[in-house]
């Protein structure tokens, strides 16, 4: 009876977040036992990055097709990095960290404070603050063979972004280390400190 309870209540979460991004008619054909429709759904959902619960939703969804804990990093991972590139909203101040940037920053400190999940919450950092030093590189490679000026604009735009995003997240792995001694910042292992992305920050505005 347990393990029926169990499988009840995974089967109504999933119909719940299914309904909520992808309407009632997507029941006429998702399949919860094909693990192709449960990706593409846990893909879908990670694109609703102004959906205040979108980060719980993706990691029910992940639970609930017992995803392996990489999978599960991976799928957080993506939407932390959509909203670093995100467009910001236009109520943001120039020459300031955007709001797409805190958004980032606070998701990570929600894994860490309210998930409890340090582990975890150190390994999408460390997977995100890669990403924004890859993304970093790009645009500086492809800028030095393009001397388009919008397209300069475009790629320091996407830069600056890339390294708020770094710079929000440092701060608040910086702020829980000094509150929660037991922590170690060097769980995520990257070189760049928060004094690095805050000079990487001050170069590119």
């Known amino acids: 009876l347990s393990s029926e309870i169990k499988e009840a209540s995974r089967l109504i979460k999933i119909d719940a977040i299914l309904c909520q991004y992808c309407g009632r008619e997507a029941r006429k054909w998702f399949r919860v036992s094909y693990p192709d429709h449960m990706r593409s759904l846990i893909r879908h959902v990670s694109r609703f ?10 990691i029910t969804l992940c639970d609930a ?11 957080v991972t993506d939407i932390l ?9 236009k109520s943001a101040k120039k020459g300031t ?22 582990y975890f ?3 999408v ?9 890859h ?3 790009e645009c500086s490679f492809f800028c030095s063979s393009q001397p388009d000026d919008k397209i300069l604009h475009d790629q320091r735009a996407i830069s600056r972004a890339a390294c708020a995003a770094a710079l929000s997240i440092s701060f608040v792995l ?4 000094v509150k929660n001694p037991q922590y170690r910042k060097s769980n995520v292992s990257l070189s760049f400190s928060t004094s690095t992305w805050s000079d990487i920050w001050s170069d590119l505005r």
Not at 81 to 89: D, G, V
Not at 125 to 133: I, K
């Open 65 to 75: 097709v017992a995803a392996s804990l990489d999978n599960k990093i991976n799928a």
């Open 174 to 177: 910086k702020e829980f280390e």
């Open 49 to 58: 990055i102004d959906e205040f619960y979108v980060l719980d939703h993706v």
């Open 125 to 133: 950092a460390t997977h995100v603050l890669r990403f924004a030093v």
């Open 97 to 118: 960290i955007n709001c797409r940037a805190q958004q980032c920053g606070e998701l990570i400190r929600y894994l860490l404070q309210e998930k409890k999940d340090t």
């Open 135 to 137: 993304t970093i590189e």
């Open 121 to 123: 919450a150190s390994k």
């Open 81 to 89: 990095n959509r909203i670093m590139l995100a467009t910001s909203p």
